[in-house]
């Protein structure tokens, strides 16, 4: 299978990070599947990837928190497509201030991450899942963090040591658990699960002071979603290390 005939589904991905994640995706022959929770920002960046010379691009309505929404873009793709060869699962949140102690954090803040970056994500792969079976070589990848790092949160010596954001980071964390225990379940097959950080990029929420374009910050995703069959299942990546593994 060529990859122009592969096919790969990017959620969040009408602007920053996922945006780029399909551009590159694009111009690697991959017909995307671009997911927004607003539709037209959704066409609006299908317009720019289209611009670029990228043939293939359809927008999916998605909203990672909503169950019927979720199945509504499984059922879109599946008439689309007869597999889905790429899965990254980007959409996310941070709702919680810099800097917040886990004390100070509300119920509904942590909640409302863990609906977006965590069950999300989770119902997503799940309701993909059989679609993804039928491809012969399918990637899960799933966006991570470099604050998701288990082994770094309390290193001194870390590069996240000084940062605090308990909701995304312990979201990031259960996602990291979610990605062992999928690439688990398929383990000795060509399916492939891994997480990937994008490091501290220049997105919305990198802002403008972050050391990584965009571009930088997508590569990781990019690389393990188009990963050869020997390459890696259930481990995690970050840009900060130029795509080099990351401590769980």
Known sequence: MTNGNRSAFVTGANR???LEICRQLGQKGY???LGCRDIEKGKEAAGQLIALEIA???PIQLDATDSGSIA???KTISNLVNCL???VNNAGTFEEEWGT???ALTVKEIRDTFDANFFGPFEIIREFFPLMLKSPAPRIVNISSDMGSLSNINNRESIVYGVMGPAYQSSKVAINALTTLFAKEVIDTNFKVNSASP?????DMGTDDAPLSVAEGASTAVMLATLPDDGPTGEFFSSTRNGNGMEW
């Not at 490091?199 to 997105?203: E, F, I, L």
Request: proline fraction near 4%; hydrophobic fraction near 50%.
């Open 16 to 18: 920053g990070l996922g």
């Open 31 to 33: 017909k995307i599947f």
């Open 56 to 58: 293939e691009v359809t």
């Open 72 to 74: 509504a873009a499984v």
């Open 85 to 87: 060869d790429v899965l």
């Open 101 to 103: 102690m886990p004390s």
């Open 199 to 203: 490091g501290w990029c220049r997105t």
